[in-house]
C-alpha cells in the first residue's frame, strides 16, 4: 500500500466486477475508498481486505433501484467524509433480466434507466457540493459502447421492451448527462467525463446476459484508472472514451435539445428540480 495521499474516492458497485478492482487499486495507491453496493457481506468482506493491507475503506450499503436508498446514500457519504475528490457511478445491470421482463424500480421507473443512469444522476447531484469543496475534483461515468437514442413518447419502454434496448438507453443517457454537467460545471474545477471500459469483461453483469468474456477486468479498470486520475487528462471535461481513446457517443449525445429534454424529464422524475430551485433560492437571499 502507498501511504495516504489524503484524498477521498466513492465507487458506486464496487462489491462485484471492475468496480471492485478499482476500488482496491485506489486503496493501493493511498486513497481512501468508500465502497458501495447492495450486499453488505461483500462490501464488508472487500473494505476489511483493504485495511488488512494498510489503506482505508467503508463499506455503505444501498440499493440503487429505490431514489429514496440514493438519497440515504448521499447522506451517508456526508457522514462519512468531509471531502470527495472522485466519484465513480459505476454500478449497474445488464440486459439480462428474468425472462427477458421489463423490470421497474422501487419509483415505478423502468429498471435500467433508474438503476444504471437515474440513480446517478441524482447521487451526483446531492453531492456536488462536497465534491465542489476541495476541487480540482473528477467525476467519472461507466457508461458504455452498448447505446440507443432514447425515445422522448415512450422512456419508460412500455412498449416492445428489450432488455438490451433498456440497457443501451440507460448508458446513452449517462453520456448526455455527461457532457450537460460538464458545461454546467465549466470553470468550478471539477471535470465529468463518461467511458466504456472495456467490451465483455469477465464479470457477473456479462454471465448474467449470456455472454462469452473476451476483456479482462483489469483492462476495464485501467481505462477507469485513465479518467479518474491521469495527468493528461487534468481540466478535461465532457468528453466519452473508448477504453482509454476519446471516442465519439451516438449522435443523440451531442443533440442540445435532447439533453434538454432529458435534464428536465430527469429532475421531474427525481423531484430535484424542487430542491436545486430552493438551494437557488436560499442563495439569491
Ligand atoms: N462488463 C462489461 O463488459 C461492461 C461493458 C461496458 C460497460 N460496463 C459497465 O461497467 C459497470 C460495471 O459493470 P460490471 O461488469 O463490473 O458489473 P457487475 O460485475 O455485475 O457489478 C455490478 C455492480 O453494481 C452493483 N449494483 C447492481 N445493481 C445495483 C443496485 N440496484 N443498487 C446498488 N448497486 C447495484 C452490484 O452490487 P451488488 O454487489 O449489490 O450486486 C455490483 O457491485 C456497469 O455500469 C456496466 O454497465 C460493463
Do not use: C
Not at 481512501?32 to 489503506?55: N, S, W
Not at 465542489?132 to 473528477?138: D, K, L, M, T
Not at 459502447?145 to 449517462?174: C, E
Request: charged residues 20%.
Amino acid at each position: 500500500m502507498a501511504k495516504p495521499n489524503g484524498k477521498t474516492a466513492l465507487i458506486t458497485g464496487s462489491t462485484d466486477g471492475v468496480g471492485r478492482v478499482v476500488a482496491k487499486r485506489l486503496a493501493a495507491s493511498g486513497w481512501r475508498v468508500l465502497v458501495h453496493g447492495r450486499d453488505r457481506g461483500r462490501g464488508e468482506a472487500i473494505a476489511a481486505a483493504i485495511k488488512d493491507a494498510g489503506g482505508d475503506a467503508q463499506f455503505l450499503a444501498a440499493d440503487l433501484s429505490a431514489l429514496a436508498e440514493v438519497r440515504r446514500l448521499a447522506g451517508a457519504v456526508q457522514q462519512a467524509t468531509q471531502r470527495l475528490d472522485l466519484l465513480i457511478n459505476n454500478a449497474g445491470i445488464g440486459s439480462g433480466g428474468p425472462q427477458g421482463a421489463r423490470q421497474t424500480s422501487a419509483d415505478g421507473y423502468e429498471l435500467r434507466f433508474a438503476v444504471n443512469y437515474l440513480a446517478g444522476f441524482v447521487l451526483t447531484h446531492l453531492l456536488l457540493p462536497l465534491i465542489g469543496n476541495n476541487a480540482p475534483a473528477r467525476i467519472v461515468n461507466v457508461s458504455s459502447l452498448g447505446q440507443q437514442p432514447i425515445d422522448f413518447a415512450d422512456v419508460m419502454l412500455t412498449h416492445g421492451y428489450n432488455g438490451s434496448r433498456a440497457y443501451r438507453q440507460s448508458k446513452l443517457a449517462q453520456i448526455m448527462f455527461t457532457i450537460d454537467l460538464a458545461q454546467e460545471l465549466a470553470g468550478s474545477g471539477v471535470t465529468v467525463n463518461a467511458l466504456h471500459p472495456a467490451t465483455y469483461m469477465n464479470t457477473t453483469m456479462v454471465h448474467q446476459s449470456g455472454l462469452t468474456p473476451v476483456s479482462s477486468v483489469e483492462q476495464g479498470a485501467d481505462a477507469i484508472l485513465n479518467l479518474a486520475t491521469s495527468a493528461a487528462l487534468v481540466g478535461r471535461s465532457g468528453l466519452f472514451f473508448n477504453g482509454q481513446r476519446e471516442a465519439r457517443a451516438d449522435a443523440q449525445a451531442y443533440d442540445a435539445a435532447a439533453r434538454q429534454r432529458l435534464k428536465a424529464l430527469s429532475l421531474e422524475l427525481t423531484g430535484l428540480s424542487a430542491k436545486i430551485s430552493a438551494a437557488e433560492e436560499q442563495s439569491r437571499r
